[in-house]
């Protein structure tokens, strides 16, 4: 199947064959990041009365249940929700599920502090083009983010004059391989995150971020063509699942 679009006054085609995923799964036998000391997922047999959901003890069907936190346990896309009082939903926030996207490798800075950062130096030599989305690949990028342990370690933020500029150039969806665009100890500021959904000067309850992405170093930069998939729940984040496919120019 052959998908057409346009960037910036440009047409593109995609091949929805050749999509790569950027997901991280969570639970026993996968890929399993773990951010803010939030334990890992359980998965297990559901029982109710003599029922156990598992055909190895004798059922006729399994039936999970799954105990979770989507901000710490592996890909996960959430929305403004996530920073205000009143409850919002991924759900209700974000009702497309298509984009263009661009995919960009940016260095870490190490601070004065010790902290490493993804800051305005990073960008100096990218150029920004017009699309829905900016994927950000960290640098240097490791196989190892696919099962990393970030909780206590301090892991890399976004510094918040970057988020700016992205939420200035127009992106409405940011994802990233880090566990938080902000800071793992920051007293609760959120910063990078408030300026990122603008709030609460003027709220973009249409935007998102993703984080805990891997993207394969054989992944080029340059333009895709963006599926973000994600359950419907009623909560600020919810696992998520992104999906790019490469485009050329027609």
Known sequence: MILFSEIDGKNYRADLRKGIDLSLGFGPG?????AFQIPHAVIEPIRVGNFVGSVAAGSGANCDTIFFCA???????ECIGHITKAH???NDCIQKYFFTAQLVSL?????ADGDKVVNMAALQ?????KTDAIIVRSLPNSSKKKSMIWSANNPPYFEPEVMQLFREHGYKHLLT????VDREEDEGALVAHHVWWNYPQKPRKDASITEMIFVPDKVVDGLYFLNLQFAALESDASPSRPIIYPIKEV
């Open 30 to 34: 996968g890929a399993n990041p773990n």
């Open 71 to 77: 901000h710490g346990n592996g890909t996960h896309t």
């Open 88 to 90: 919002q939903s991924v």
């Open 125 to 129: 030599n990218v150029v920004l083009e």
């Open 177 to 180: 391989d880090f566990p938080s």
């Open 107 to 111: 260095p870490l800075t190490a601070r």
